[in-house]
């Protein structure tokens, strides 16, 4: 059963740092898909926030975080982190992994989703 888990969520002070983490489970060759990370704030959509693709290129889909937020794998450990430095309240969302066949910004292109991480940035 293929899967995706993130971690990593938690209450974080403005100018704070959160690592989140998508582990998957079940792939064969989870190198080869692309990772999309999503966030959701109440009562917003599904917004894009960044992407890593099989070969480690990164796209960002939210201006907002470019600067603030990289992203990296580890395929041996079958594992994407996302790195949020200079959290903002306005960063305030469930973030959610997920995987997909190439990097798009359309969230209903990715066929597989973790079950989201928390992250809530106040002071």
């Known amino acids: 059963q293929v899967q995706l888990v993130e971690s990593g969520g938690g209450l974080v002070q403005p100018g704070g740092s959160l690592r989140l983490s998508c582990a998957a489970s079940?792939?064969?060759?989870?190198?080869?898909?692309?990772i999309g990370w999503f966030r959701q704030a109440p009562g917003k959509e599904r917004e894009g926030v960044l992407c890593v693709n099989s070969s480690d290129g990164m796209t960002y889909y939210a201006d907002s975080v470019n600067g603030r937020f990289t992203s990296s794998r580890d395929n041996s450990e079958n594992t994407v982190f996302l790195q949020m430095n200079e959290l903002k309240p306005e960063d305030t969302a469930v973030y959610y992994c997920?995987?997909?066949?190439?990097?798009?910004?359309?969230?209903?292109?990715?066929?597989?989703w973790g079950q989201g991480t928390q992250v809530t940035v106040s002071s």
């Open positions: 079940g792939f064969i060759h989870f190198g080869s898909f692309a």
């Open positions: 997920g995987a997909g066949l190439a990097c798009n910004s359309d969230y209903e292109e990715y066929f597989l």
